[in-house]
């Protein structure tokens, strides 16, 4: 299951639907062992694509490092779908490389209605898993 | 002529757990053969026949070896080499 907050969960929606009709991307890091979604780091997009995301090397590199410095990890990569579900595609699925973190698709297909799914994806394997919204976690 | 090369979570299955494992070489590729003597099948996930896989990304210290020599990029003592996997998906 995925617990966030209200706060976060609308600023990855509003990235998202910013970007639009290109495909957003970033994460939401925690603290390790946490899997509590704290810090929101929207990325540039460097494939500046309706159909593909892939963050910048150097940028990555950059969030990487910085998220060891504080001792973070990634709870949260998402990305969003803008003409499709938000449901992870098999590009999604090969490149997933972050067995511990959530992967949140948004989709926004339709612009008045919101889709915000979380999935696990292991080893090929998608899991759907439910989302808790939650207004603070304390 | 010892390099330390920080491994992804995702490749820490090579490592025994280890997030940083020493190596040597005086090119990335030599590096990555020293290391598949102690962690075998690392160097597949990194290496494919083409050289660097299209979405792994390797840094000598703060630079993607991509724009200096890939597999031929040489290293020096002290060096610091990050494996990170790309994010990224359609």
Same mark, same amino acid.
């Given at each position: 299951?995925? /617990?966030?907050?209200?706060?976060?969960?609308?600023?990855?929606?509003?990235?998202? @639907?910013?970007?639009?009709?290109?495909?957003?991307?970033?994460?939401?890091?925690?603290?390790?062992?946490?899997?509590?979604?704290?810090?929101?780091?929207?990325?540039?997009?460097?494939?500046? +694509?309706? /159909?593909?995301?892939?963050?910048?090397?150097?940028?990555?590199?950059?969030?990487?490092?910085?998220?060891?410095?504080?001792?973070?990890?990634?709870?949260?990569?998402?990305? $969003?779908?803008?003409?499709?579900?938000?449901?992870?595609?098999? /590009?999604?699925? $090969?490149?997933? +490389?972050?067995?511990?973190?959530?992967?949140?698709?948004?989709?926004?297909?339709?612009?008045?209605?919101?889709?915000?799914? +979380?999935?696990?994806?292991?080893?090929?394997?998608?899991?759907?898993?439910?989302?808790?919204?939650?207004? $603070?976690?304390? | 002529?010892?390099?330390?090369?920080?491994?992804?979570?995702?490749?820490?299955?090579?490592?025994?757990?280890?997030?940083?494992?020493?190596?040597?070489?005086? /090119?990335?590729?030599?590096?990555?053969?020293?290391?598949?003597?102690?962690?075998?099948?690392? @160097?597949?996930?990194?290496?494919?026949?083409?050289?660097?896989?299209?979405?792994?990304?390797?840094?000598?210290?703060?630079?993607?070896?991509?724009?200096?020599?890939?597999?031929?990029?040489?290293?020096?003592?002290?060096? +610091?080499?990050?494996?990170?996997?790309?994010?990224?998906?359609?």
């Amino acid at each position: 299951m995925l /617990t966030i907050d209200a706060a976060t969960r609308e600023a990855i929606i509003a990235h998202a @639907r910013a970007d639009h009709p290109d495909e957003a991307c970033g994460v939401v890091a925690g603290p390790v062992g946490s899997d509590q979604p704290l810090r929101l780091i929207p990325m540039a997009n460097a494939a500046r +694509s309706t /159909t593909f995301y892939e963050f910048d090397s150097m940028d990555l590199l950059k969030l990487y490092r910085e998220m060891d410095d504080r001792d973070e990890v990634p709870v949260i990569v998402y990305h $969003s779908h803008t003409a499709t579900e938000a449901y992870p595609s098999r /590009t999604d699925v $090969s490149y997933a +490389s972050e067995p511990d973190a959530h992967y949140v698709l948004v989709s926004t297909r339709e612009p008045d209605e919101v889709e915000f799914r +979380s999935f696990r994806i292991v080893e090929g394997e998608v899991t759907e898993e439910p989302v808790t919204v939650v207004t $603070s976690y304390d | 002529m010892a390099v330390e090369v920080r491994i992804p979570t995702i490749l820490r299955q090579y490592t025994d757990g280890e997030k940083a494992v020493n190596g040597e070489g005086k /090119t990335l590729d030599e590096l990555f053969d020293d290391l598949e003597s102690r962690h075998a099948g690392l @160097r597949a996930r990194l290496v494919d026949e083409n050289g660097l896989r299209r979405f792994v990304n390797v840094y000598l210290n703060d630079e993607d070896v991509r724009f200096l020599g890939g597999l031929t990029t040489e290293l020096k003592d002290g060096d +610091s080499v990050t494996v990170l996997p790309a994010v990224a998906g359609g």
